[in-house]
């Protein structure tokens, strides 16, 4: 009887060891990669892809013309949401952009900036085009039906609502995230902009997007 729980303690131990290997050995590949990748080779990781920001758009401009997106290839975009009777942050923001393409010198000719309102109930052509010609001549604003620029912000992850304001004679203002998206030549989203960047900062990351 003694034998046979001496040969069962042995087994149970020798059970507990076997089984401290086998889970060092899992740690072992699991924290050390050397370990992992002498054994199943380097661990691969799928990229998961761009960012969804933009799209097709197909609005009009402030001179009266249908243009979508396609319009636009081979240019950089620097895209700015906003309306033309936005008090302070519009325009604030349009200056910067201005002052960055002026520094960014002969570059600039590569970006097109664009103004997309989201008040298309007030911001037709024409008033488009007595706004933008405060701002760098090549700014192009853009407008459309409700849905149209209810598809672009979409697009764009923009923030749009309308809201009362007793002060306006229209009634309402618009609240809105005021991002300033850069995208690519192929239409592809880059990098954005937060609100409050500085005219060297933007002209900086312009450039080095340009190059």
């Given at each position: 009887?003694?034998?046979?729980?001496?040969?069962?303690?042995?087994?149970?131990?020798?059970?507990?060891?076997?089984?401290?290997?086998?889970?060092?050995?899992?740690?072992?590949?699991?924290?050390?990669p050397?370990?992992?990748?002498?054994?199943?080779?380097?661990?691969?990781?799928a990229?998961?892809?761009?960012?969804?920001?933009?799209?097709?758009?197909?609005?009009?401009?402030?001179?009266?013309?249908?243009?979508?997106?396609?319009?636009?290839?081979?240019?950089?975009?620097?895209?700015?949401?906003?309306?033309?009777?936005?008090?302070?942050?519009?325009?604030?923001e349009?200056?910067?952009?201005?002052?960055?393409l002026?520094?960014?010198?002969?570059?600039?000719?590569?970006?097109?900036?664009?103004f997309?309102t989201?008040d298309?109930?007030?911001?037709?052509?024409?008033?488009?085009?007595?706004?933008v010609?405060?701002?760098?001549p090549?700014?192009?604003g853009?407008t459309?039906?409700a849905?149209?620029?209810?598809?672009?912000?979409?697009?764009?992850?923009?923030?749009a609502?309308?809201?009362?304001?007793?002060k306006?004679?229209a009634g309402?203002?618009?609240?809105?995230?005021?991002l300033?998206y850069?995208?690519g030549p192929d239409?592809?989203?880059?990098?954005?902009f937060?609100?409050?960047?500085?005219?060297?900062a933007?002209?900086?990351?312009?450039?080095?997007?340009?190059?």
């Amino acid at each position: 009887m003694r034998s046979a729980a001496a040969t069962a303690a042995r087994l149970r131990l020798l059970a507990y060891i076997a089984a401290g290997l086998v889970l060092g050995a899992l740690a072992a590949l699991v924290t050390v990669p050397t370990a992992r990748d002498r054994l199943f080779g380097p661990l691969k990781v799928a990229s998961v892809g761009r960012a969804l920001v933009g799209g097709h758009f197909s609005l009009v401009d402030h001179t009266g013309k249908r243009v979508s997106d396609t319009d636009f290839r081979g240019k950089f975009l620097l895209v700015m949401f906003g309306f033309t009777y936005c008090p302070d942050v519009c325009p604030s923001e349009l200056q910067v952009i201005s002052a960055a393409l002026a520094k960014l010198g002969d570059k600039a000719e590569r970006i097109v900036p664009l103004f997309i309102t989201v008040d298309p109930e007030r911001d037709t052509p024409s008033q488009l085009a007595s706004y933008v010609q405060s701002f760098d001549p090549r700014l192009v604003g853009l407008t459309g039906t409700a849905s149209e620029i209810a598809a672009a912000t979409t697009a764009y992850r923009v923030y749009a609502r309308k809201a009362a304001d007793p002060k306006s004679t229209a009634g309402y203002t618009m609240d809105h995230s005021a991002l300033i998206y850069l995208m690519g030549p192929d239409g592809a989203y880059r990098t954005h902009f937060a609100p409050g960047v500085g005219v060297d900062a933007l002209a900086e990351r312009l450039a080095g997007e340009l190059d």
